[in-house]
C-alpha cells in the first residue's frame, strides 16, 4: 500500500512524478536517453538489465515492469527473464548478457568492489543500474507496488512508444490539487 495516501491504492510512477512534475520530466528524458538513446546494447537488453537490477534492489513495481518490458522485445527469452534470478548462467540468455547482469548484479550489491577494469566497455550498462536503483528506492519509497496486469500493460506500452509520452501525463504543479 502507498505510503502516501495521496497516492492511492494503484499508484504508479507518474502518480510519483505529478507530485513534483519539474522533477518528473527531467526524470523521464534520462530515462529515455539511457533506455532508447543510441547505444550498443538493445533496448530489450538494457530494460532487462533493469529488472535484474530492481529485482536484486528488491524493487517489485520496478522489476515487474521491466522484466514484462524486456520480455516485449525479441531478443529476451521470455523463460529466461523468469528464471534469472534461480540460476543466472542456466537460464538460457545468450553468451554476452551473463556477464553484463552478473556485473550489474556487483555495481548494485557491492558497488565499492566495483573496479575499473570492470567498467571497461560497459557505461551504458552502468547508466541503466544507477537510473534503475534510484527508480526501485523512488518506488519502494512511496510504497507503490503495482500488479501483473499493470506491469504488462505498461510494458508493452514502454517496448512500443519509450518513456517521453509519458511526458504529457504529468501536470503543472497545482493542477492536481
Do not use: W
Request: hydrophobic share 40%; charged share 25%.
Amino acid at each position: 500500500m502507498a505510503k502516501f495516501p495521496k497516492l492511492g491504492e494503484d499508484a504508479a510512477v507518474l502518480d510519483i512524478f505529478n507530485m513534483s512534475p519539474e522533477a518528473g520530466a527531467p526524470l523521464l528524458h534520462l530515462h529515455e536517453a539511457i533506455m532508447r538513446g543510441p547505444s550498443p546494447l538493445s533496448e530489450g537488453v538494457r530494460e532487462l538489465i533493469s529488472a535484474y537490477v530492481c529485482g536484486i534492489a528488491g524493487g517489485r513495481y520496478c522489476h515487474g515492469v521491466h522484466a514484462e518490458t524486456a520480455k516485449a522485445y525479441d531478443d529476451i527469452p521470455d523463460a529466461a527473464v523468469d528464471a534469472m534470478f534461480d540460476d543466472l548462467e542456466g537460464a538460457g540468455f545468450p553468451p554476452k548478457i551473463v556477464p553484463l547482469l552478473s556485473m550489474a548484479g556487483k555495481l548494485t550489491e557491492d558497488p565499492q568492489s566495483f573496479t575499473e577494469a570492470d567498467a571497461q566497455a560497459v557505461y551504458d550498462a552502468i547508466m541503466v543500474v544507477c537510473c534503475f536503483n534510484f527508480m526501485s528506492r523512488l518506488l519502494e519509497g512511496h510504497g507503490v507496488e503495482g500488479r501483473g496486469a499493470l506491469f504488462t500493460e505498461r510494458g508493452r506500452r514502454l517496448k512500443d512508444e519509450g518513456y517521453l509520452p509519458l511526458l504529457r501525463q504529468l501536470q503543472p504543479q497545482g493542477a492536481a490539487e
